[in-house]
């Protein structure tokens, strides 16, 4: 997110003027909790990723979280998750009670390899969780694939992907569920929250019960009847309000980020030391931020941010996190990526001279540290 004094900001949420007259609304109305904003929200979430059944929850990692408890996975379960992602993917399967097995990355898409999901699976092995990082699509043929033969279930980590498209479908659409997050650093935020979309209308009224204390019906908080076990992961209508003002900015988002990384495209090309991950454009795949490989990218990073230009550094993968410690040489993809990967400013007011403005600084950053190596 962007610091303050911030020339050019990595990134910032943006409100769109209709926040505040639907949250007047919900004020008014005096009901806060999970009511009809929310069920409204839902439907027009579930509608963009192109399944009938949306549940709204706290955040992206409960909504991970809840979807894998809805198919029934219980502790003694191992769930593969790939090894470079944000650490929320992992932490969600951990709060589910099973075991984090990780696996390595695509090189080029940066996505869960299924040639790894494979080596990876035992005899305890019930899910897969891809995830569409950075609005990529995972390798869903193959993984549906193996998911089918090996009898997994698979619950998708959209939580970056939301308006993206991957071979034709919505991402949102593949897998037994997917999960978005509206956290602040995505194109349309509600402060926290999470949503898990589903074509199952039976998965859809067990996350009900799990997310509102193992409730049917919601009574009156005396009296109700929990005839499962369930907890307190609801969405509420203040959230709702928000993220529906912010939906109706939000195909323009969608082909602003998508302008963005054109820009970045044109102003970068040819510049040695940079590759670009691949992404399917053509197909409708958004990048939710504009991202980049670069083998010198302290340098570029440094040179960033005495520009004072926001820039984002990718995740450490899984394996050198302290809960989730292993072995490196099981995953010499996502070190690669994660030694490399860079986010560019992608705020939602960047103009086409502030990329040519970050462009020049990271050029001049890669032609001073290659004439130094030469000398
Ligand atoms: C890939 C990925 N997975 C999961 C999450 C978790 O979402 P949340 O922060 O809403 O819990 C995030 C985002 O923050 C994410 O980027």
Redesign the pocket.
């Known amino acids: 997110m962007s610091k303050p004094g911030e020339a050019i900001a990595w990134f910032q949420p943006q409100m769109t003027g209709g926040e505040l007259p639907r949250l007047a609304d919900v004020l008014e109305r005096n009901f806060l909790n999970d009511g009809p904003l929310a069920r409204e929200f839902e439907a027009r979430i579930a509608q963009r990723a192109g399944v009938d059944q949306g549940i709204a929850v706290t ?3 409960a909504a ?1 979280t809840l979807a894998l408890l809805a198919l029934g996975i219980e502790p003694g379960d191992e769930v593969i998750v790939p090894d470079l ?2 650490i ?2 992992a932490n969600a399967v951990r709060l589910a009670g099973a075991t984090v097995v990780l696996a390595d990355v695509e090189p080029a898409r940066l996505t869960l390899s299924p040639a790894a999901v494979e080596a990876a699976i035992t005899s305890r092995t019930r899910a897969v969780v891809p ?1 569409d990082v950075n609005g990529r699509g995972a390798d869903y043929g193959q993984l549906e694939r193996i998911c089918r033969e090996r009898g997994l279930v698979m619950v998708c ?1 959209a ?2 992907a939301l308006g993206s498209r991957y071979a034709g479908k919505p991402l949102g659409s593949y897998g037994d569920a997917a999960c978005f ?3 602040p650093n995505k194109t349309l935020t509600t402060g ?1 929250g ?1 949503i898990i979309v589903t074509k199952s209308a039976q998965m859809a009224d067990r996350l009900y019960e799990l997310k509102d204390q193992g409730r049917r019906v919601r009574g009156s908080g005396g009296d109700d009847l929990h005839p499962v076990m369930g907890f307190n992961f609801k969405f509420t209508d203040l959230q709702a309000a928000v993220g529906l003002a912010q939906l109706d900015a939000f195909d323009a988002r969608l082909a602003g980020a998508a302008r963005r990384d054109a820009w970045y495209r044109e102003a970068l090309a040819d510049v040695d030391g940079i590759v670009f991950p691949d992404m399917d454009s053509q197909a409708g795949e958004v990048r939710q931020w504009t991202d980049v490989l670069i083998d010198r990218r302290s340098e570029v990073r440094a040179a960033l941010e005495a520009e004072r230009i926001g820039c984002r550094s990718f995740w450490f993968p899984l394996h050198s996190q302290a809960p989730y410690q292993q072995h490196a040489a099981r995953f010499p993809n996502a070190s690669h990526i994660s030694d490399r990967g860079l986010w560019l400013p992608s705020n939602f007011g960047l103009s086409e001279s502030d990329v040519a403005r970050v462009a020049s600084v990271i050029k001049t950053a890669l032609s001073a540290s290659r004439a130094c190596t030469a000398c």
């Open positions: 955040s992206g990692t991970i992602t944000f929320a993917t995830v980590d939580a970056e997050s509206f956290s926290q999470g």
